[in-house]
């Protein structure tokens, strides 16, 4: 078995009885991205040099016995991510050149814990896309098929593990960015509570929906990488500050007193018979494991997609405000004063969906429209969340598909935004509701594409849909499949 087939739990017993290096382990990664990344197209950067130089050290703390679940254990980055001396592009032509003088939250917390970072990697363009299609360093492959997309925004993020290109990588989700993509290659992505990870040093989409969470092949590899990243943080003010529960010691057991809820919402005509099948396959399996299945509604679910457009493109056009060729990023000036650089500069800057999004927020924020648009938009998404908070009264997980299809061919959905849009229509409700959810594989279509199953939780309820994921992987296969790459 090669080093970059071992999970980060089977790495790190290897790398504590001295079985093999971190240097070796990280030499084998930045092999497998040379060899496969020109068809996959998952790094935007790699870091090769400074990764071994956080080998080399993670090897002397291992050596001292200081080592910890992830010193040694080579990850990547989404290119969201603020790093320092490490170029940060968020896949735009406008932060193409954007070299950090400071790491953020999540940079700084995997760097403390020993983990090697490879490098940053591709997204959709400022993390708004589900297909990784709009990004400036062009789209990412699906390592099931190279054919198809690989789910985004976090697409780079879902491939590269997929690709075993990263042991394991951080992603992020607004909208169902880490999980959409994480279904479509077939790895387990967790979004998080909202608050319970720092969004410190993440470039802002939409600040009251964006969240940090990782992807890795398995849940054991899910709840030590969120363990890593998770807990209170002075510089976000948005972070919570409650204690951060082993996640680890969480995983275990069968599902007995396990009230798992499907929303009838979700179960809907236009789910692809491929995904309704493995779902329905998945409920199978968890009702053989002692889960009592119930059912329960969610009745604003029609109004999410709506409601989300709203909401987050108008944060997006307050957040992407600041780009404007002055103080960094991008600057086109031909001297003709400041208004012609701003606007230049930013046409220049965005692509065409960042650029649709900006206006249909700014539409939405401007005088005579926000009373019609925004603040309507928000009293919706109340009522979305009162929806889950009743749902949790009758069940402790909720249990979905992720996507309605598996991954789309590339280019399939580019001309028509709305079709594009819908992708997410099963991610978007967990996210207006702040709760957290998980992706992990439960099939795969006839032609070898992964499904993806959804558990969502009640807030900060991750010890729940992570016990409940780590039962139904135990006893399926479906996530010891390997790309085809």
Known sequence: MSLTDLTIHELHERLVRREVSSVEATRAYLERIAAVD???????????????????????????????????????LKDIFVTEGVRTTCASKILQNFIPPYDGAAAARLKEAGAVLLGKLNMDEFAMGSSNENS???????PWNLQCVPGG??????????????????????????RQPAAHCGVVGLKPTYGRVSRYGVIAY??????????TRDVEDCALLLQAVAGHDPADSTSVDTPV??????????????RVGLPREYFIEGLDSDVKEAVMGAITVCRELGAEIVEVSLPHTEYAVACYYLVA????????????????????????????????????????????????????????????????????RTLIRRDFLEAFEKADVLLTPVAPTTAFGLGEKTADPLQMYLSDIFTIPVNLAGSCALSLPCGFTPS???????????????????????????ATDWHRRVAPI
Do not use: C, W
């Open 38 to 76: 020109e068809r996959i197209n998952a790094f935007i950067t790699v870091d090769a040099e400074g990764a071994l130089r956080q080998a080399e050290a993670a090897d002397r703390r291992l050596a001292a016995g200081k080592g910890g679940a992830l010193t040694g254990i080579p990850l990547a």
């Open 136 to 142: 400036a360093f062009g789209a990412v492959k699906n």
């Open 313 to 380: 493109t108008a944060e997006a056009s307050s957040n992407l405000a600041r780009y404007d060729g002055v103080r960094y990023g991008l600057r086109v000036d031909e001297g003709k004063g400041l208004l012609d650089m701003y606007m230049k500069s930013r046409a220049a800057g965005f692509g065409a969906e960042v650029k649709r999004r900006i206006m249909l927020g700014t539409y939405a924020l401007s005088s005579g429209y926000y009373d019609a648009y925004y603040l309507k938009a928000q009293k919706v």
């Open 206 to 215: 939409a600040s009251s929906l964006d969240q940090v969470g990782p992807m």
């Open 245 to 258: 529960p082993d996640y680890r010691a969480a995983l275990g057991g069968d599902l007995k007193g396990v």
């Open 448 to 474: 070898g594409l992964p499904v993806g199953l959804q558990l969502v939780g009640r807030p900060f309820g991750e010890e729940t849909i992570l016990r409940t994921a780590h039962a139904y992987e135990q």
């Open 153 to 178: 925004s976090s697409g780079g993020s879902a491939a590269a593990v997929a690709a075993r290109q990263a042991a394991a990588t951080l992603g992020t989700d607004t909208g169902g960015s880490i």
